[in-house]
């Protein structure tokens, strides 16, 4: 890799293959990239200004690289459409998930917008289509606490204090569905569909819950989880500005599931 210039120091210049030991020294390389299922949907791009940029995410498509997720995410995507190369996603939104996302343009504000979300200073709404269950009294408050152990595909809950809280309401139904809103408290891995679970009504096209059916193949783009990030209102903590973003998508199980491609 040396002789092929593909290691390269601070100043982005190939390191020589004879070149001397620096204790401290940096150097960088990229890794092949294997060959990425492309995902047919666009990234939107809701909001833009010098510090923040607010995408909404199709299904499918991972916020950050991860894993065999590199190029084929909403991150990768805007650095090369918007030609910002600092841009970095101040939270993340599962794969499956469609919706909104903030992303932050300089290095040095990063900390400021993450800490919106550490600290819960961030209203999130949600809107899922699950089944409908005419026993089940809503809306109502879900408290439990969920563990997500390395490695395991689903997440679980277990005794304990509560760590995730969710207020679930139902805004229609019909035909044996319904539409349902999802106001979470806290982010725990999964939250809202490991709670829509624990209530008797999973998320419609959900591969985990309640039964783990296998990673979604990669190209298979049949039966989106029906879960999306609709609402994202917070204070910008630079320019003090409030902000209330909602997603132009809809959820396709609402009107056809079973022919669903909408994103």
């Not at 040396?2 to 990229?30: K, N, Q």
């Not at 996603?89 to 932050?104: E, I, K, N, P, Y």
């Not at 900390?111 to 979300?117: D, E, R, T, V």
């Not at 999130?124 to 879900?142: I, M, N, Q």
Request: hydrophobic fraction near 40%; glycine fraction near 8%.
């Amino acid at each position: 890799m040396l002789d092929e210039g593909l290691i390269v120091g601070a100043d982005g210049r190939p390191v020589a293959a004879d070149a001397a030991y620096v204790p401290g020294m940096f150097v960088w390389f990229h890794r092949e990239l294997p060959d990425e299922v492309p995902v047919p949907f666009d990234v939107d791009v809701v909001y833009r200004d010098e510090h923040i940029v607010v995408a909404d995410k199709p299904h499918f498509l991972a916020t950050t690289p991860r894993g065999s997720h590199v190029a084929e995410t909403a991150l990768a995507r805007l650095r090369r459409e918007l030609g910002i190369e600092s841009l970095t996603a101040a939270h993340r939104l599962d794969r499956l998930t469609a919706g909104l996302v903030l992303f932050t343009v300089r290095a040095e504000e990063r900390g400021a917008y993450q800490s919106l979300f550490r600290d819960r200073l961030v209203r999130k709404e949600y809107e899922a289509v699950a089944p409908y269950r005419g026993s089940l009294a809503l809306p109502r408050t879900v408290r439990s606490r969920i563990e997500k152990e390395r490695g395991v595909p689903a997440a679980r809950e277990v005794p304990g204090e509560p760590n995730a809280v969710t207020l679930v309401e139902r805004l229609e139904h019909r035909d044996g569905r319904a539409r349902y809103r999802l106001l979470p408290r806290t982010g725990q891995t999964h939250q809202l569909r490991v709670h829509m679970n624990a209530l008797g009504v999973p998320i419609l096209g959900d591969p985990l819950y309640p039964v783990v059916t296998g990673p979604v193949p990669a190209g298979d783009f049949r039966r989106p989880l029906q879960l999306l990030a609709r609402v994202l209102e917070f204070t910008d903590p630079v320019t003090g500005h409030s902000h209330s973003f909602v997603s132009g998508r809809t959820l396709g199980a609402w009107s056809a599931y079973d022919n669903c491609a909408d994103q």
